[in-house]
Each structure stands twice: as structure tokens, then as C-alpha cells.
């Protein structure tokens, strides 16, 4: 096994960090990487932000509820951009990409380039002994981080990536087996991912009843139950109309 191939089958997310900031030499190689990786239609419809200013910090850890968005060595918010691919245009050819500009597909495309660079970075940090934790909790209130990153319409923010030396190492927790989430040719039947999913819920039962810290029963089908029948940020969707996106 190499070790990219190791770094990536041992990632775990990191939760508490070492005060003291990324060198800075470390930083510019995981943006490097961040910035390398595949794109649609050579459109790099992503942006990211390094939040360094600790009144902001401070105000996204209160909007996620998680105190290691203001304590980490950096912390990047990534987002889909359509702004910079347009602000060369005419006038008239703004007009013409209006409808381009506003449709799910390119919203898509921002998005799936913004997470493709994500995990870039991610991979790079890792491989440098940096740990990582992705914060999706920042679209809690999704129009005031926007606020706060000052982003202009047809920019949105997706997740903040926390990054810090680890000052904790926590077990590395179960995923989905293979067989759950790789099908060939065609979706499988529901009836034949049942299996895999009740023997997923055991190992998962098992991990947390067994882990260090915070044990407890629980399994992957009761948390997605929960989960699912939770009403969840029900603002994003006029959010990212207000912004631009997902009309056509």
C-alpha cells in the first residue's frame, strides 16, 4: 500500500486542535493541491475563503455551535461561484447568460468543483500530519455567513473545512461497506442492500457501545430515521434563489 493510498484509509475527523497556526509552507502546498484538481468544462466555479479574522471566526462558531471553528490553525469556507467566470462579459453578453447563470446544472457543477478541490486539500493536509474537520453546520444560518464573507450574488457558501495539528486522536468510525454503496450496471433492489445495512447497523452499535468516549447504542437506520424526519435549514432553498442560483 503507498501512502496516499494509507492517508486516505485512515482519515478520521479532528475536533480539537493544537493552538498554534499552520506554517505556513504547509498552508500554501494544501491550496496548491486544492486548486489542482478536476473541473467542469475548465469553469473552476469554486472559491475558497481563509477566515483569519477572530471576530468572524467567533461569529461562525456561534452560528455552527462548535467551538473548534474559532480554536483550529485555519479554517476555509468553500463556495460555488459563478461570479468570476462571468465579470469579464459585456453587458449584452450577461444578458445572454442569464438563464446559463441561474440553472441547477451550473449550480451543480460549482458545487461538485467546490468538493472536488475540498477533498484535495483535505488529502494534502492529511498527508502532512494535519487534521481536518468538515463543517456543514455553517449553513445553519446560511444568509448571515454570507453576510459576513461579503459574497456577492452568484456566489453561496457550501462548508467550512477546519484544519489544526490534532491534540486528540479518536478512533477511526465505520462506513458503509462497499457493497452498499457500489452497484453494478444498474441501482440495486432495495431488498438485496437490506443485508449490508443491518450488518452495518450492528458494527456501528458495536463502535459506539465500545469507543473511549460518548458510548451509547445507537446504529446508521436510527440516525437517518431521526435525521430525515427532522425538518433541517429549510431557508436554504429561497437562500440560493436570492443569490442567483437554481431558477431555471
Known amino acids: 500500500m503507498n501512502s496516499t493510498i494509507d492517508t486516505i484509509l485512515n482519515h478520521r475527523s ?57 480554536k483550529n490553525g485555519h479554517l476555509f469556507v468553500f463556495c460555488a461561484d459563478l461570479n468570476r467566470n462571468s465579470i469579464m462579459a459585456t453587458p449584452e453578453e450577461l444578458n445572454q447568460m442569464k438563464d446559463n447563470l441561474e440553472n441547477t446544472e451550473h449550480l451543480l457543477v460549482a458545487t461538485i468543483d467546490a468538493t472536488i478541490s475540498a477533498q484535495n486539500a483535505v488529502i494534502a493536509a492529511e498527508s502532512l500530519g494535519i487534521g481536518i474537520c468538515y463543517i456543514g453546520s455553517i449553513r445553519n444560518n446560511i444568509s448571515k455567513v454570507d453576510r459576513l464573507l461579503k459574497l456577492p450574488k ?37 431488498k438485496d442492500i437490506y443485508p449490508s445495512i443491518i450488518a452495518f447497523d450492528k458494527q456501528l452499535n458495536d463502535y459506539y457501545s465500545n469507543r473511549a468516549s460518548n458510548n451509547r447504542q445507537d446504529n446508521w437506520s436510527n440516525q437517518m430515521t431521526r435525521k430525515l424526519m427532522s425538518p433541517t435549514r429549510m431557508d436554504v432553498t429561497q437562500f440560493v434563489m436570492s443569490k442567483g442560483f437554481r431558477k431555471k
Open 154 to 190: 452568484n456566489v453561496i457558501p457550501l462548508f467550512g473545512l477546519v484544519l489544526g495539528y490534532p491534540d486528540h486522536h479518536p478512533e477511526i468510525k465505520p462506513k458503509l461497506p462497499i457493497k452498499a454503496l457500489h452497484f453494478f450496471d444498474t441501482y440495486l433492489d432495495n
Open 14 to 70: 479532528i475536533r480539537k486542535f493544537k493552538n498554534e497556526p499552520i506554517k505556513q509552507g504547509d498552508l500554501n502546498l494544501i491550496l496548491e493541491a486544492a486548486t489542482k484538481g478536476s473541473t467542469s468544462s475548465y469553469m473552476m466555479a469554486y472559491s475558497i475563503i481563509s477566515v483569519t479574522d477572530p471576530s468572524i471566526k467567533k461569529e461562525l462558531a456561534a452560528i455552527t455551535t462548535q467551538p473548534y471553528v474559532e
